[in-house]
């Protein structure tokens, strides 16, 4: 009876050697293979219709909805988390508690990209050391244009300064589209290196009052 038992375990081990290693070249079995085999789909492309809906009350049934936009909250890899105060006088007013997730002092290398992004969204109205003297503002066709190296400026929370640039303030408007959050609060904290004459600003304290522009 031992003899019988050892003899079919040795040939049940064999077996599952045998169909598990038969070729190199092929996947060993698989436990679930809609998940392992499933189709691909591009972001875009079109969708089998008889399948595939967009429309919210139509799902259900034969029809899988699919409208190709994320899900509510989701974030984009490497990105911050969304800015969670709103586009009116109360989120403006606590926006001087947001502080700059930030903490870093600018690499080199991020302080020439943060450079350069100032200069191409910033730069053209407050110019280029912030002094509110850029092209357009010189030009005469636009007006009311900050100088952000006078002191109510630089005593401004940086959580208001990025409120500013997430949705406009004043004749400027929202650079939320132009620049992702991380790049807004790399360019609040270029500013401040701007305020300080060119150097390293020290860190600012973001739970100040914040001035109103």
Same mark, same amino acid.
């Given at each position: ?49 008889? %399948? ?50 930030? *903490?870093?002092?600018?690499? %080199? /290398?991020?302080? /020439?990209? *943060? ?91 973001? *739970?100040? *009052? /914040?001035?109103?522009?």
């Amino acid at each position: 009876m031992k003899k019988l038992v050892l003899i079919t375990s040795l040939l049940l081990t064999a077996v599952v050697v045998i169909t598990s290693c038969d070729s190199k070249r092929q996947p060993g079995k698989i436990y679930v293979p809609d998940m392992t085999y499933s189709r691909a789909y591009e972001t875009y492309a079109p969708r089998d219709s008889t %399948k595939f809906t967009a429309d919210v009350l139509a799902k259900g049934g034969n029809k899988i909805f699919y409208n190709n936009v994320p899900p509510v909250g989701t974030i984009k890899r490497g990105e911050l988390f969304a800015y969670p105060l709103p586009n009116d006088s109360n989120g403006y007013n606590m926006s001087a508690s947001v502080k700059n997730p930030l *903490t870093d002092s600018l690499s %080199k /290398a991020d302080l /020439a990209e *943060t450079s350069r992004l100032y200069n191409i969204n910033c730069g053209i109205c407050h110019g280029e050391k912030a002094a509110g003297n850029g092209p357009l503002s010189t030009s005469g066709k636009i007006g009311g244009v900050a100088n952000l190296t006078l002191p109510n400026y630089v005593s401004m929370a940086d959580g208001t300064m990025f409120h500013s640039i997430q949705y406009g303030k004043g004749v400027m408007g929202s650079y939320a589209s132009q620049l992702s959050r991380k790049q807004r609060w790399m360019i609040v904290k270029y500013i401040r290196t701007l305020q300080n004459g060119g150097g390293e600003a020290p860190a600012a304290d973001s *739970t100040a *009052t /914040a001035k109103k522009i």
